[in-house]
């Protein structure tokens, strides 16, 4: 009886989840219903980073070394996040999939399983980097200036690997579900906490870098209390049920699907790690100062990317699981339109006004002089890779998972890494800088040209299947 009272009330959910939108409500105001809250909550959760480092910078007289010392860092916690989208980036795609095919059962079960591996791998990704903090810090790029920053700051940090993963990992499956407020408010109340926990620890109590991480730890602990608090509640359309918290095979295609965004995050630390110890290498400290703030204002390009992703995945998924193609086709169309023109909008502005962004984070003239000139040239390449982004949301949504991961590998292994190394050799630490641009927009045009294959590839052949149904 109990199980049947459970189904009922899940099935209940699951169509007021149907009826909220996903699968009726118009395309255009669907999408950026969904999406202003996801932008909201992207924006705050990188205003964890960006928080961080604002006030880390204004330490009297060692801000410029302790705020280097943390970008160094910033490998390590993409990693961590990294593992958080392998699960969250994976499973919440796959289950609203089956969220359309009506398949709410498995969707539940996808949900329990992406928890019980989230938790096992932010206890190995925790002792594992604890372990080993000191010669990968120095690997990536710090100095005997900087080291005892990052250390600090990273010790701490790591006390807080599960509610990490369980915050940004399960906070997917809020979104999956169309619920893009909750997922919001999940992580406004995390970053909040910690703008306000920021200065009291690092100013107040005198901890400085050490006080910056430890805000993190506790806010991150609240947000994850939230996030599972609702996915247990009868207010999630898919309900985290402890039966469903275990290993098993289904973790398979939650992998597959997840792997693309995982590697366009995990090499994102890559990519820092040669960063920084190239420029380290051809430029110095005051270099890597430089990208540190620079890397911090592209995450803010990536807040409406990101924001615009997340909003429109599900409703790509929900309805070509749905089969109701031509909204998918809607959906991709919104995808590419808000992804493109929010990276050519913001960087714009950032090459334009390029000194008053970076005065938020230094005032030190020759780090601001390396900053200035090295803006415009690093983003110029960000308007054409809006097309990989869009290309991206829609493969995911649709469960391509093939395409998803070569393009990711595409842009960051094959291109940008090895012209990171190469072309040093001849520019300078300028090679560094130009090596984006050049990656950014060779991926996005190769993006577009295998979306168009796909599309008409996937869309096409689902149309024939529907259709021979229908005839049936």
């Not at 080993?132 to 940090?157: H, Q, W």
């Not at 997922?183 to 995390?190: E, R, T």
Request: with cysteine.
């Amino acid at each position: 009886m109990k199980y049947m009272k459970d189904r009922r009330a899940t099935v209940a959910h699951h169509n007021h989840s149907h009826d909220a939108g996903l699968g009726t409500r118009p395309i255009p105001r669907l999408a950026f219903a969904l999406s202003v809250p996801t932008i909201v909550a992207q924006a705050a959760n990188a205003s964890y980073t960006i928080i961080d480092r604002l006030f880390i910078a204004h330490i009297p007289e060692v801000g410029d070394q302790a705020m280097t010392g943390v970008g160094i860092c910033f490998p390590i916690l993409l990693a961590v996040s990294a593992f958080a989208m392998l699960i969250g980036a994976g499973g919440a795609p796959r289950a609203s999939i089956e969220l359309g095919r009506g398949n709410f059962k498995r969707a539940e079960r996808i949900l329990g399983a992406s928890t019980a591996f989230l938790v096992a791998i932010s206890i190995v990704l925790m002792i594992a980097l604890q372990l080993a903090k000191r010669p990968i810090l120095m690997a990536f790029g710090a100095s005997d200036a900087t080291i005892e920053y990052a250390v600090d700051f990273i010790t701490v940090y790591l006390l807080g690997t599960v509610f990490i993963q369980l915050t940004l990992g399960l906070n997917n499956f809020i979104s999956a579900q169309g619920k893009t407020t909750i997922a919001m408010v999940s992580v406004l109340i995390g970053a909040g906490l910690s703008i306000l926990l920021d200065p009291l620890f690092i100013f107040v109590f005198d901890m400085g870098v050490r006080g910056a991480a430890l805000a993190n730890v506790i806010a991150q602990l609240i947000s994850a209390i939230w996030v599972v608090a609702f996915l247990c509640s009868g207010r999630s359309a898919i309900r985290l049920r402890p039966g469903n918290i275990r290993f098993g095979m289904i973790v398979v295609p939650i992998l597959t699907l997840g792997l693309a965004p995982f590697i366009m995050q995990i090499t994102e630390c890559l990519i820092n790690v040669v960063f920084n110890s190239g420029l380290q290498r051809y430029g110095g400290d005051d270099y890597v100062t430089a990208m540190t703030i620079i890397t911090s204002l592209m995450q803010l390009v990536n807040v409406l990317c990101t924001g615009f992703q997340q909003g429109i995945q599900p409703i790509i998924g929900f309805n070509f699981g749905a089969r109701q193609y031509g909204r998918v086709r809607q959906a991709i169309i919104m995808a590419f339109a808000t992804q493109i023109t929010s990276a050519v909008v913001f960087v714009a502005l950032m090459a334009v006004f390029p000194g008053f962004f970076v005065s938020w984070f230094t005032s030190n003239p020759d780090v601001t002089d390396i900053a200035v000139r090295m803006i415009p040239v690093f983003m110029c390449g960000w308007g054409v890779f809006g097309i990989q982004m869009g290309t991206q949301c829609a493969l995911i949504g649709m469960g391509q998972a093939k395409q998803s991961i070569f393009l990711a590998i595409f842009r960051k292994i094959i291109l940008l890494v090895p012209l990171a190394i190469i072309l040093p050799h001849f520019m300078g630490a300028f090679g560094i800088f130009v090596a984006e641009p050049i990656s950014d927009a060779t991926a996005g045009l190769v993006a577009g040209a295998i979306f168009a294959v796909t599309y008409r590839k996937v869309l096409g052949g689902a149309r024939t299947t529907s259709a021979m149904r229908n005839g049936r």
